[in-house]
């Protein structure tokens, strides 16, 4: 039998370790600022969801209670600005990791069929092409791609590894574009919550996809807006035909966001006063490790939103990475995320504000 493991590309992290232990070595300990991991607590209104849902001994469903299939397209309406999102226009999933890595298998695409993602991208994108055995292809814009065979079309925006957001007329002449080719876009939108310089627009919203979902789908999550990566806490949203099929799979597959998630993330989507308070957090970190980073000769690129700085020495990026792991703090290398990011790094601003001002003081 052959391992489905050997399509996959090495886990890039474990390249990584050796950079740990010298940066844990510094006598003031390790600034971690290699993975964008909440660490800031659960808002107390989503605890207290959990727990009174704690006594959940039937199976959930895989299409969510009543209450949060309102709580999610009511979101998507209020926030995302899709004013005729429904509930057939939803769907809670266990992760939107667990949904880029799995997504391709389940819309049945195999050999012989594409999946573009950007250049530059989180690698969960490759990894569901390849599982799938598809083929994986890149883009710098999507309108340049041949359309043949193409079948399914990630956007990121709010960009991870760059924090790039995708301007409005530039989606809806992407969506245009993928309307006319018969091309399924999926938009993850997780960091859209986390605009700092831009203000991220979906793809459902009115002005981008006319009011109709046809042929589109965000994928959102409530790791980075809602401090919940430990809860495994998203959903998709759009086009009810795509949705209607992928409830049907999952149904068979098992795929069934546990009972006290979702009431948590009823709790989690029905209030903005948490969001605020934690943009808050990320943002005095971010202005902190911008300008101490800027000072010490780094160069940062776009950046406008998410939670990272994508930053420059103009030298390799594994050079970087090794030069700062000696100052006690640990980037990921650009490479990571493709052979663009060779000279750059990426930082992310999700560390306690004790361990950015260590940092800050390290760079200073
Ligand atoms: C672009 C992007 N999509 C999806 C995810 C996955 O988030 P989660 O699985 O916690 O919902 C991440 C996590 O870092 C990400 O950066």
């Known amino acids: 039998m052959a391992a489905v493991s050997a399509r996959l590309p090495e ?3 474990n390249k990584l370790e050796p950079y740990k232990a010298t940066a844990s070595a510094h006598p003031d300990g390790l600034v971690d600022l290699s993975v964008g ?3 800031d607590p659960v808002p107390d209104l989503i605890q207290r969801a959990l727990v009174e849902a704690a006594d959940s001994p039937g199976y959930p469903t895989v299409w969510g209670t009543p209450a949060l299939r309102d709580a999610i397209s009511g979101w998507v309406r209020r926030r995302l600005g899709g004013s005729n999102a429904g509930h057939r226009n939803v769907l809670p ?6 949904l880029v890595a799995w997504l391709p298998i389940q819309l049945g695409l195999g050999p012989g069929d594409k999946v573009a993602y950007p250049r530059l991208a989180y690698p969960t994108y490759e990894v569901g092409a390849r599982l799938a055995g598809a083929e994986p292809v890149v883009y710098d814009d999507p309108t340049e791609l041949d359309p043949a065979g193409l079948k399914l079309l990630w956007l990121n925006s709010p960009s991870n590894p760059t924090g790039k957001v995708i301007a409005k007329d530039e989606l809806i002449r992407i969506v245009a574009w993928a309307r006319e080719h018969g091309v399924l876009v999926f938009s993850d939108e997780c960091y859209l919550e986390l605009g700092w310089e831009a203000d991220p627009v979906s793809v459902l919203h009115d002005d981008v996809c006319g009011g109709s979902y046809e042929g589109l ?3 959102h999550s409530l790791s980075k807006r809602s401090n919940l990566a430990g809860y495994r806490a998203a959903f998709i949203a759009g086009d009810a035909d795509v949705l209607a099929e992928l409830l049907e799979i999952r149904k068979h597959g098992g795929m069934m966001t546990p009972a006290p998630v979702q009431a948590a993330a009823v709790a989690a989507l029905g209030d ?3 969001v605020q308070e934690q943009r808050e957090r990320y943002a005095a970190r971010r202005e902190a490790l911008r300008t101490a980073l800027e000072a010490h000769g780094f160069r940062i690129e776009h950046s406008e939103a998410s939670l990272y700085l994508w930053a420059t020495r ?3 990026c594994w050079e970087t990475v090794a030069y700062l792991a000696q100052l006690g703090v640990l980037v990921c290398p650009g ?3 493709g052979e663009a990011g060779e000279r750059f790094v990426r930082v992310a601003f999700t560390a306690t504000d004790e361990r950015v001002e260590a940092a800050v003081k390290r760079l200073g």
């Open 217 to 219: 789908v965000a994928v």
């Open 93 to 98: 999933v266990v992760g939107s990791k667990e």
């Open 314 to 316: 103009d030298e390799p």
């Open 335 to 337: 490479d990571f995320y």
């Open 272 to 274: 903005d006063t948490h």
């Open 11 to 13: 886990f890039p992290w």
């Open 37 to 39: 991991t909440p660490v």
